[in-house]
């Protein structure tokens, strides 16, 4: 993670803005579609600032520079933004809000512009008013991405991969299914129609794949479903004859990617004809994470309303076919995982092997392959020794990476694509001789984890109201750390699915668990420039029988699938009750049981996973 000498970039930038009369001007991360991991050509406030990681806004006026990221990446952004960047740690008292910089920047008649595609309509209202009330102009939509004419030839080429048809026996629902149920939802709302600019809700609704944007299985594309019409806007060529007769057998026209501003106004503008004799027109849906230049194509507050994707969350809840193949899909998984532990483990004690980072990651990634239905990563391989271990979001690179110490804790956070599922699993493992205090963190982080798998709740509890329950121990310590507690997982789709989770986020507090969610459990600690901690599941939401149902309401729980040991060797046990032992050792027995097999002929793994699945 070096340092990137933004110094000629920002002077190229703010040339453009005098030419255009912007003082103020607004870098999102995301791409047109709100994604959060996006295509190198969509890198736009990576270029600008150096940093890297997948969340952050840049801002950019005059004479300064700000950048705004999370807790998961004060550490990256430390160390990549030059003299030129201010970092604003969002969530940290007394730090503001990248729009508050901006607002208070904008102060005297500033004018304050963004590219209306990289930003939400709910975001770019609210920020406008904020402008306001401080003295700018206003939020100013500039079609011309300023970023895209400072890169200009050096800017990388937008993805074109091919498409794919996804087979029932992964998906579990047809197409045509899946849109009669959205077209129950327009009727619910009283929609016209329902525009999907979110790539992985496109993905799932017409059950294709592709490979756009690294690590996540979408494919650049807009759609449109009405009562009577369904069309999929998207580059053609790149449609299999496969999935041509699927989507013609599901009746699903096909139109150009870019066809879809303009046949937006042209559709608003017939509704609009169509009714106005009878009243009000009905309104076009969008997400309300959908662009604010397509709320303005669909004719702004008059014709489109913004609301949370019923696409996304019908994708949250994950049918029969999906909830086994997650189950199938991480014993494989964790199988490649445990291989991996246990080659890292011989190679650094017993065979004296000098590896880095990168070559170990590397290594993961070759055991992967040789399981059933793998397709790829889901995400970069966070493989982190010692003091890079504190860094949340790490990412090891060739030549700039640390050998892995066996005398420190190492930290690997990584996951898989498969046919049938989506992966995500983070182990913390220590060689050596851990430290009493690497002992301890880890103990409690490992509670915090069992005590949320535990849990029990009526239907109608929220990721906001338990994320308690994974941070009490530490919290009793006056610990704690700066991440949620856990995110929804696609199936075969984006390795970050909303919109459930657990944590401090608002949004976590607006949508219930349900049953067939499926989401990580990932408490962790990190003690920067020592060492990091974390330990994360894979969990489904299911519903448990209990002695009483008070108020008729059903009860949920969660059913973890991860099949990977705990580190033993950092386990404190006289911290763990009766009940935690029993968990792990329960745990550990249903591991051993779905995974031995896999090493039959494999005497270094098969020792390793006996002695770190022995009961406590």
Known sequence: METVSTGSRLAALRTL?????????????????????????????????????????AVVTHDKAALATDGRYFNQAAKQLDQNWLLLKTGVADVPSWQEWAADESVGGKTVAVDPTLISSTIADKFNESIKKKGGAGLEAVADNLIDLVWQADRPSRPS??????????????????????????????????????????????????????????????????????TLYIDSSKLSDDCKVY?????????????????????????????????????????SKASWALKLALGGEKSADEIRSPVGDAKAVKNDTELAGMRNCHVRDGAALIEFFAWLEDQLINQKAVLDEVQVADKLESLRKRQKDYVGLSFDTISSTGPNAA??????????????DPNAIYLCDSGAQYLDGTTDTTRTLHFGTPTPAEKTAYTLVLKGNIALDMAVFPKGTTGFAIDCLARQFLWKAGLDYRHGTGHGVGSYLNVHEGPIGIGTRKSYADVALASGNV??????????????????????????????????????????????????????????????????????KEILANTESYFKDDPVTQKWLVRETQPF
Request: charged fraction near 25%.
């Open 17 to 57: 803005m005098k030419e255009r009369k912007v003082d103020i001007y607004v870098v999102p991360s995301e791409d047109s579609h709100a994604s959060e991991y996006i295509a190198a050509c969509d890198a736009r406030r990576a270029f600008i600032s150096g940093f890297t990681g997948s969340a952050g806004t």
């Open 247 to 287: 989507l013609t057998s599901n009746n699903v026209s096909v139109k150009p990617y870019d066809d879809l501003f303009g046949d937006a106004k042209a559709l608003t503008a017939a509704n609009s004809a169509t009714t106005e004799a009878s009243g009000p027109p009905q309104k076009y849906l969008m997400s």
């Open 519 to 588: 989401l990580s459990i990932e408490p962790g600690y990190y003690e920067d420039g020592a060492y990091g901690i974390r330990i994360e599941n894979m969990a489904i939401v299911r519903e448990v029988k209990l002695e009483h149902c008070f108020g008729d309401k059903p009860y949920f729980g969660f059913e973890h699938v991860t099949m990977v040991p705990y580190c033993r060797n950092l386990i404190d046990e006289t911290l763990l009750t009766s009940e935690e032992k029993k968990w792990l050792n329960d745990s550990s």
């Open 391 to 404: 860094v949340i979001h790490y990412s090891p690179e060739p030549g700039n990476c640390s050998v892995v």
């Open 161 to 230: 991969q091919p498409v794919v048809l996804l087979p029932p026996k992964y998906s579990g629902t047809d197409t045509a299914t899946k849109l009669t149920e959205l077209r129950k939802e327009l009727t619910k709302k009283k929609g016209v129609g329902f525009v999907l600019s979110l790539l992985d809700d496109i993905a799932w609704l017409f059950n294709l794949r592709g490979s756009d944007i690294p690590y996540n299985p979408v494919f650049f594309s807009y759609a449109i479903v009405t009562q009577d019409s369904a």
